[in-house]
């Protein structure tokens, strides 16, 4: 048998179907968009047909991420902590801080030494530290989202970006570009400014090595390299840091199965 | 449970509309007297005649008229309560009480006496130290000066017609501390949202007409004794105001059972200590100043992180939810070292940075869905 984890996100959507003894059979990620229910019905069907499994042959289904209630045919919805929690354990079982940097939330999540989640921190009162101020500041210095970190990595002077709103971000931004700053030290400056804010979050639950970082953010190197100077410690990183969400969830569905099928 | 009809529908249709009852006995001549804060020693006001409400502020919606006048880091709840008040959706109080509590209430207070002059105010300064003999002699004399200006505004307060009002919110605390011990020992009797509904309607509705409801209620639910059946993860929500049922109702759908609060807008509102000093001022006054966990006071050798640990262990309880409005500068200063406290004791916490006069959303869902994974992962 097989199990899906699906974790529908405010960026991406993501399925990982794994089988019956942990491994990865498939994944898929494809943007969430506005039809939310469109994207989970794409990645489920595409993840069976990459690995040319019929439904009847999936035991459980498990889904999280913010859009976790609309997924149909779901054995359980389950919160993006505990799934978090449970792929970056399953990918590297010394993990004790979890932290993920979506497309509009940011989380710390402690972990116990059996992989449990012990506590949690989350963005609450807004968005600037997640994915999403990337993006904005990425169209705003004409830079590709994937290039934001080599870009980043070549300055030697980063800027200071010291607004915490992303809008006044942009703003200070272009005020930068107008004063001649050199791009790469501003987009240099930016990823700073995401590690700076997530610390705030990783200092209130207390950070412990190993530190693994999840979500899409985590593929930026130069934010990365920030997180770990900043922390003293060097971080994993998935080598799809965007499924590890996804991956938890089917690994939740393979426990909720076999426990079905005693 | 209990089910539709009963004294339950009637304090869930008292909070759907939270000053409907208010606005009816105003219309119908009655004195009504809003109130801020459970500090309000609410019998003197009875005793002159009036209604006191509570003032929770909003259910939902913006605060345009407010924002003009306070600085962006007041929280929701006194932002809506004066939004309200400008928007005049407060006229039918014939006057309002400002305890001096927190900053915000206090220059709150002021700003009051400025825009929303067409309803007056009284302003009683409790001591910020309580618990001393110095404190009960300056709060009393503070509800003395009270009782000059109310009965100048509104009408006389006897000392016998002020015992009977003590004698009837005793009575009604009485009784809500026996339906806290129910809960206690039989959650699965009466849901969160149940006892929320219950407690938020006894602040909106006068005490004498929500006392035979309350009366009905505890004959219904029967005593403390048999076993609970309720398995679910147990949690004690600990917190400043929240009177929108809708978050006890969330936290409880995550799959939980909300076994008791520690809210301005809950537990606190009853933890008067009964006494029986002659003159029912001081009786007021010796009442009203007990330790509790509101941060905006201090009582010599009280430690509220010790005594919200004995409690939640006395409750059972699996976790602490902070339930706190964003903005709320006393309790944010104090929440590092409860939060300590609780888990210092085993006890997992979870704080929700909530804007109590706005309904909860899916952020607030999704921390309270992770915290109860959390708890049935550990147990």
Redesign the interface.
């Known amino acids: 048998m097989y199990y899906i984890g699906i974790d529908v996100g405010s960026a991406n959507t993501k399925a990982v179907l794994i089988n019956e003894n942990g491994a990865v059979a498939a994944y898929v990620i494809v943007p969430s968009g506005v039809g939310l229910l469109s994207a989970a019905r794409r990645v489920l069907d595409e993840a069976l047909a990459r690995a040319g499994v019929d439904w009847d042959q999936v035991a459980a289904v498990v889904s999280t991420g913010y859009g976790r209630e609309i997924v149909p045919n779901k054995t359980k919805a389950v919160t993006e902590i505990t799934c978090h929690g449970r792929g970056a354990f399953a990918l590297f079982p010394h993990t004790r801080t979890v932290i993920d940097i979506g497309g509009q939330d940011s989380k710390a999540i402690a972990l116990s030494v059996t992989g449990a989640v012990a506590g949690f921190e989350m963005n609450d009162k807004c968005a600037a530290g997640t994915g999403r101020f990337l993006e904005v500041m990425a169209r705003a210095l004409e830079v590709g989202l994937d290039r934001m970190g080599p870009v980043a990595l070549t300055s030697e002077r980063p800027a200071v970006i010291s607004s915490t709103c992303t809008v006044f971000a942009e703003t200070e931004v272009v005020s930068l570009l107008a004063q001649g700053v050199a791009p790469s030290a501003i987009v240099a400056g930016l990823c700073n400014a995401v590690a700076d804010r997530v610390h705030g979050l990783v200092a209130r639950i207390g950070v412990r090595a190993e530190v693994t970082m999840t979500g899409g953010v985590s593929k930026n190197t130069a934010v990365v390299k920030a997180m770990e100077r900043i922390l003293g410690v060097s971080a994993n990183v998935p080598e799809e840091p965007l499924i590890v969400g996804a991956l938890g969830a089917a690994l939740i569905a393979r426990e909720l199965g076999l426990k079905q099928a005693t | 449970m209990p089910e539709g009809g009963g004294p339950i529908q009637v304090f869930e249709s008292v909070c759907e509309d939270p000053y409907r009852v208010a606005r009816e006995a105003a219309a119908g001549g009655r004195s009504v007297a809003g109130y801020l804060c459970t500090y309000t020693p609410e019998e003197l006001f009875h005793a002159a005649g009036c209604f006191p409400v509570r003032i929770f502020g909003r259910d939902k919606g913006a605060t345009y008229h407010a924002d003009a006048h306070l600085p962006s880091f007041a929280c929701g709840f006194l932002r809506s309560v004066l939004d309200m008040a400008l928007a005049g959706e407060l006229d039918f109080l014939e006057v309002v009480v400002f305890p001096h509590t927190c900053d915000t209430m206090q220059n709150l207070a002021e700003i009051w006496k400025h825009s929303v002059a067409r309803i007056p105010s009284i302003t009683i300064t409790t001591p910020v130290s309580v618990g001393t003999e110095p404190a009960v002699r300056y709060f009393s004399e503070e509800i003395r000066r009270a009782r000059k200006a109310l009965e100048e505004t509104v009408g006389e307060v006897s000392d016998s017609l002020l015992m009977k009002s003590i004698a009837l919110y005793g009575a009604h605390r009485e009784r809500m501390h026996r339906l806290y011990e129910v809960r206690r020992a039989h959650p699965e009797r009466l849901s969160g949202r149940q006892m929320m509904a219950t407690v938020i309607a006894s602040l909106l509705m006068p005490r004498e007409e929500h006392l035979p409801h309350l009366d009905a209620l505890l004959a219904e639910l029967g005593g403390v004794s048999g076993q609970t059946g309720d398995d679910r993860p147990t949690v004690f929500v600990v917190g400043n105001t929240c009177h929108n049922l809708d978050y006890v109702s969330m936290i409880e759908d995550a799959g939980c059972v909300v076994v008791e609060d520690d809210l301005c807008s809950g537990y606190r509102a009853f933890a008067m200590a009964a006494r029986n000093e002659r003159d029912p001022i001081d009786r007021l006054a010796r009442m009203y100043l007990v330790g509790t966990s509101c941060p905006t006071k201090h009582q010599p050798g009280w430690d509220t992180g010790k005594d919200l640990v004995e409690k939640a262990q006395a409750l059972r309880a699996e976790g602490v939810v902070f339930l706190l409005t964003?903005f709320c500068e006393p309790w944010g200063f104090d929440y590092p070292h409860l939060k300590e406290a609780f888990e210092g004791a085993g006890l997992?916490t979870l704080?929700a940075?909530i804007e109590c006069n706005q309904p909860p959303g899916?952020?607030f869902r999704?921390?309270i869905?992770?915290?109860i994974?959390?708890l049935q992962?550990?147990s």
């Open positions: 964003k997992p704080l940075a899916e952020s999704g921390r869905s992770a915290f994974e959390m992962t550990k």
